[in-house]
């Protein structure tokens, strides 16, 4: 979906003469369909797409998240081991311009999905467990929860970034947000550079 390239493959030198890690040029966000953006606690398997506006109530944190994410152009995707006709109501409940996943194993099925690899992939779930398992796989896991978090920019002792609210969510990604871009520039240029010395002068 957008490209081969999507990770810098060697490790520059900074402006201080500072090693720098390959960095993700692209960054997803995989949003779980459970508890995450709103209450699923009278949704299931049996639940009639029609009842989900009744049962769905997103907050309007969550939405403004969601359209902020959007507005960056920064691809999303809401999974879960729901009906995809349900999960695909729940999307337009929650304004959700991104993939609509139904999958009971979103590890496995998301790289593939947003053609991204796991490391580029922001995994967002109020499940511990789930959260622990993400980063287990490669990918940079969020945990939505309603106890103390730590600081919204540096994991936990597990590597997963645990957030009190949806809205924190935004303030994490900033920076890495902003060196992919960065980054995604550099390679541009460095492209359209090596394009220019090819051209030969009549």
Not at 9 to 19: H, K
Not at 134 to 163: H, K, M, N, W
Not at 189 to 201: F, K, P, R, Y
Request: proline letters at 6%; one cysteine or more.
């Amino acid at each position: 979906m957008f490209g081969s390239v999507l990770i810098v493959s060697t490790v520059r030198n900074g402006a201080d003469g500072e090693q720098l890690e390959d960095r993700p040029l692209v960054l997803a966000v995989a949003f779980s369909a459970h508890d995450t953006l709103a209450s699923t606690s009278g949704i299931d398997t049996q639940t009639s797409p029609a009842e989900v506006p009744e049962l769905l109530r997103p907050s309007a944190a969550a939405l403004r998240t969601l359209r902020e994410l959007d507005q960056l152009g920064i691809p999303l995707a809401l999974f879960g081991d729901l009906p995809k006709p349900l999960l695909e109501r729940m999307a337009v409940v929650l304004w959700f311009s991104g993939q609509v996943v139904s999958v009971a194993d979103p590890l496995a099925a998301l790289p593939s999905t947003l053609g991204l690899p796991a490391a580029c992939i922001w995994f967002v779930t109020a499940d511990g467990d789930e959260a622990q398992r993400a980063v287990d796989a490669g990918f940079t896991a969020v945990q939505i929860t309603s106890q103390e978090s730590v600081a919204i920019d540096t994991p936990d002792r597990r590597g997963v970034y645990v957030l009190r609210t949806i809205e924190d969510l935004l303030e994490a990604i900033r920076v890495p947000y902003t060196l992919s871009a960065l980054n995604l520039r550099l390679i541009v240029g460095a492209v359209l550079t090596a394009n220019q010395d090819e051209v030969i002068a009549p």
